[in-house]
């Protein structure tokens, strides 16, 4: 039996074993989980309240840290939006469809292809986050389209979890912020060692990459233990919901027409941009959320028949653009209290100060994935909590790239239920956090357990 995702809930049916388990979580998501933009202006008053009580701060000094923090993410949200306008246009020119159509008729069982999802896009979040939340949406959605024409049973819901959950592993890989910071000539991490902590000391230890295999592993099997069975109902992708591309307006009646239905300004324009991002890495430039766009927007010109396809594009993908713009102020001024109260300072105090050498990386940790509940941005949080984290690991005696990769690790971890980094894929896949929140609060519970178990081990 299949339903439409517009018209039913999720639901995990019958299954045993973990399918059977995940059947009470879901029934509570349902019920209980608001919408992402409701769940952000919860979470304002909840730490509005959380500065008053333990912060000691006055109402007028909440209320002006959280006026003053609003703008303080809008160069990060004109990025974020730009990688989801970009990846979106990027994924529906005709080369990137027709290789996504190939890619997903790799799977050829439903429990491979909610693997397949998962496993593509953490190699991705490995390579860097943005291009890991793009491809997860993208070939989400794809392999759902490409099993219903083949006959195979797919849950859709399951499929997106299965492509957001890729991105618990973002922070072990090439665009880890807090190493890649740590890394940086005259950063503050830098200043406070007295010396860069070059990223052979972090995400290229043998510890960090066997971290990320072992995590990558656990949760392919947990996708696979929860997957709906045979007898299971599954929430399937509905038939008309497949992105089909855009139609591409291109009459020539004009001069200036032919040169909008011409290849060569967008060719030449996209041969521009290449050459700056060889210069660029040629210099020894790193990938950074800047140089990913750019990459897009590179890919996008190169591809493109005329500036009327590329137009088209645009207009196609702008409609997913809008729910985030009005998200991530609300998250900025969350951040705004969370820093202007010294909450921040506070939990993470008072995690850390319960711990001895041994235990210190999942004490850090911890509080690093309290902190990002509240604080999402990963370069945001570690430039507030890593300068704490560093302070405490010196004075117990513990190795400083320990307590950078307990805060990466701790951050990438409780993304899995904060919606903040899910809205890019969920609007891609036209879903609801809650409709994805059951499958990846376990993966939380599976990737928590490798990622505390990897830091005492390396702590003993």
Do not use: C
Request: hydrophobic share 55%.
């Amino acid at each position: 039996m299949s339903e439409a995702p517009e018209d039913v809930a999720q639901r995990s049916g019958r299954g045993g074993g973990l399918a059977a388990v995940m059947r009470p979580i879901n029934h509570v998501v349902e019920r209980l989980i608001p919408s992402a933009l409701v769940f952000a202006i919860v979470l304002t008053f909840v730490v509005a309240a959380l500065g008053l009580l333990l912060g000691g701060a006055t109402p007028v000094a909440v209320v002006t840290a959280w006026g003053e923090g609003l703008a303080g993410l809008l160069s990060f949200m004109t990025q974020m939006a730009l990688i989801l306008l970009l990846g979106h246009m990027l994924a529906n020119t005709r080369p990137v469809r027709a290789l996504l159509t190939r890619v997903a008729r790799v799977p050829r069982t439903a429990a491979q292809a909610y693997v397949f999802v998962f496993a593509v896009a953490a190699l991705a979040s490995l390579i860097t986050w943005g291009l890991g939340l793009v491809v997860g949406g993208l070939l989400a959605r794809e392999v759902a389209a490409q099993g219903r024409e083949r006959g195979l049973r797919l849950h859709f819901p399951l499929l997106v979890a299965a492509g957001f959950a890729g991105f618990v592993v973002w922070h072990m890989g090439y665009s880890a912020s807090g190493p890649l910071t740590a890394a940086t000539p005259d950063s503050f991490v830098s200043e406070h060692l007295g010396e860069p902590l070059p990223i052979t000391e972090t995400i290229f230890t043998g510890w960090n990459i066997a971290a990320a295999a072992v995590t990558i592993v656990a949760v392919a099997v947990t996708i696979y233990l929860v997957a709906p069975r045979a007898q299971d109902t599954v929430v399937e992708l509905a038939v008309d919901a497949r992105d089909r591309g855009v139609e591409v307006e291109d009459d020539v009646v004009t001069p200036a027409d032919r040169i909008d239905a011409s290849r060569v300004p967008t060719l030449l324009l996209g041969l521009l941009l290449v050459t700056y991002l060889v210069v660029h890495f040629a210099g020894g430039g790193s990938i950074t959320l800047d140089i990913v766009n750019w990459s897009f927007l590179a890919l996008i010109l190169l591809l493109v028949r005329s500036p009327f396809e590329l137009i088209a594009l645009t207009k196609g993908a702008a409609a997913n653009v809008g729910e985030i713009l009005i998200q991530f102020p609300l998250y900025a001024g969350i951040l705004g209290i969370m820093s202007g109260t010294g909450l921040i300072e506070l939990f993470s105090d008072a995690l850390v100060a319960t711990s001895t050498p041994q235990t210190f990386g999942i004490m850090a940790f911890l509080s690093a994935g309290v902190v990002n509940f509240f604080v999402p941005s990963g370069g945001g949080q570690f430039a507030i909590q890593a300068p704490i984290m560093l302070g405490a690991a010196d004075t117990l005696g513990v190795d400083p790239s320990i307590a950078v990769m307990a805060v990466a690790y701790g951050d990438q971890w409780t993304n899995m239920i904060q919606p903040f980094w899910a809205l890019p894929l969920l609007a891609i896949a036209g879903l609801k956090m809650r409709d994805i929140l059951g499958y990846t609060t376990v993966v939380l519970i599976v990737s928590g357990l490798v990622f505390a178990g990897t830091l005492l081990i390396v702590s003993l």
